[in-house]
């Protein structure tokens, strides 16, 4: 009696030699740089919000300065006398400043027909007619211009 024993076949040699492994390094690198490139657009963007955060809070203390203009209520028609000046004033935790310059600009006569406070017709009642320059200052360097006139009606001269 013979006995054959059969062999399996023999599987062809692989002849990938590590290509599975280059385009695995391969794709890694391009997660990689794709991740990279995120996080910096993330940060760029970050950096934007905050400049663009300091500027509306550098703008909301120039408001604040001329809020204290008006609320001191010292306008003067002489030129850079005390009372129009608000010299560099630190706000809430000292990382902002406001400053405010006001300046007298003209006078205009209101006619007595517009009041009924006992004025006559003399012409004795003036429109004093101010600007307020503020400044708001806050962290890197952000800063803001804001622009106001006002007038105020009151005695005028003879």
Do not use: C, K
């Not at 657009?41 to 008006?70: H, S």
Request: aromatic content about 6%.
């Amino acid at each position: 009696m013979r006995i054959v024993v059969r062999r399996a076949p023999r599987a062809m040699p692989n002849r990938q030699g590590g290509a599975a492994l280059i385009v695995g390094l391969v794709l890694l690198m391009v997660l990689t740089v794709l991740g990279i490139s995120g996080m910096n657009t993330a940060t760029l963007e970050l950096t934007m919000a905050g400049n663009a955060q300091f500027g509306q809070d550098a703008f909301q203390a120039a408001e604040t300065g001329i809020d204290l203009v008006l609320a001191r209520r010292t306008f003067s028609t002489v030129p850079n006398s005390p009372g129009n000046i608000v010299p560099p004033t630190p706000l809430g935790d000292g990382s902002y400043t406001t400053q405010a310059l006001t300046n007298f600009w003209d006078t205009t006569d209101v006619p007595d027909i517009g009041f009924s406070g006992g004025v006559g017709t003399s012409g004795t009642v003036q429109a004093f007619h101010f600007d307020i320059a503020s400044i708001g200052i806050g962290p890197r360097n952000a800063r803001a211009t804001h622009n106001q006139s006002f007038y105020v009606v009151g005695p005028g001269g003879s």
